[in-house]
């Protein structure tokens, strides 16, 4: 009656559940990042979707889990002023406690339109998720302005994008009001 | 009579004893055995689900080279699931720009999410309530963030600039305790004694002397960070003791500069470099 033999066993299952879960992440990862389908298209499966579920399952909450996401993201851009015009993500890297991302995100703080690209490390420790931005790059049409190029240079340094945006959000502003009075006085 | 035969009672409680032992020990290995048959049973299904998984995702891969979308002919669940899948992406880039945000009728929540050059830090919390008139019902905000004196000012004008003007006050606070904690962590060995500060972070003072050199006459450096809206100190003083050589109160100067205009933790690297 050896335990050892027991004990073995029970540490493969272990490893082999960690990298069931591992595989699974990735094939789930993979599937959402290379698909793409539009608003149309998501329109249409709601519909199919209810007709399917009528009778069945409540059919609503699916569709009230993306009524409700959807209003929270038009609550936040309304709030902030940005507007998120396409975001794509894809998984580099991931085990454990530990996951590398590659962001590339599109949109516009009122007139002005940026494009960022960034990598994400975020490390679970204990209970706690910490995230790090590196490799930020950041495009904007009026970078060569000198007000702009101030802002974005320092944050791009840093990975700092709370910064990054909130500059983005001040300037747009000044950026906007600026041009309404011009406007006024043609 | 078995007072006669003590040494037979004696003997069938043995037996007895022993039966039992017996009858323990043949349930005990039983159940081992149960025990073992079941954990290989579970490894080898576990290893064949594995095994399906490793198929599945290399078959993704080599398809994922090739066309543009995998999902072909997708189900309407498979197709909601994934843009509920990709919103809640795009509200984790909220996330990264500061702030995350819940409306419901009666309330808003909002998470102010701070950060420093890119590392993630503390959150902060604020409920909303919406009616009858627009008020804090429930918050984390330390106590010596200004919180009521913001939203007296802007609360009910303007809610975009009370976040905003929140947000600078906690993300420059938690900024200057970092940079103070990655100075203790990569300079333990410059510093000596445990540096002094105020719960705000905006007051500093500690002492440090250059390893190396002379540890008799240790610098003593003061910051004060008087914008609670930055995490450069507006005022920076380092001295040394009166009876030092004078090399060092010139090098106390050209500190006491250093430390005006750059983050603490980056200062003393600079410092480090020119040793």
Redesign the interface.
Known sequence: MDNSICQAYEDEIQALKEEIRLLTDKYEDIQQESTFFSDEEILKSIKLFQRETKGYESPSDLKAQLETLERDLSFLMKLTGFHFTSHSKKTLEKTRNRTVQKHRLSGKCHSLSFQLEFQLLETQNKEKVSTVVTDLSIIMDSREDSDVSKFVSSTEEHGDLVTFFRSLSAYAEWYEHRRRTFLHFK | DFRAFPGVLAHLEMLEARARREAVQQE??EK?EE??AF??A??QE??L??DE??D??EQ??KV?LGK????SD?S??A?????????????Q??H????????SNRS?CFSI???Y????LDSFHLELLLRPGLRIQRHSIPAFIPLEQISRKLLHSD??SF??LL??HL?AFVGRRHQLELLQEHFSDWIQGTPQRNSLCNLLSFQYHIPGKSRSFPFQARLLYGDPCRSLPTEVTVSCSPDAPAPLAEAASAHSELLRNTALHRAFHSLKSME
């Open positions: 005990e290995k081992w025990k073992l954990l290989k579970r490894a576990l290893r689900l594995r998984l490793r599945k995702v993704q891969e994922q543009e979308g995998i999902l997708p309407p669940r197709v909601l699931e994934w843009k509920i899948r990709s919103l809640q992406n795009l509200l880039v909220f990264l720009t500061g702030i995350s945000g819940k409306l808003a999410h701070t950060a050059e890119g590392f993630s809610l975009r976040l905003d947000s600078r993300n």
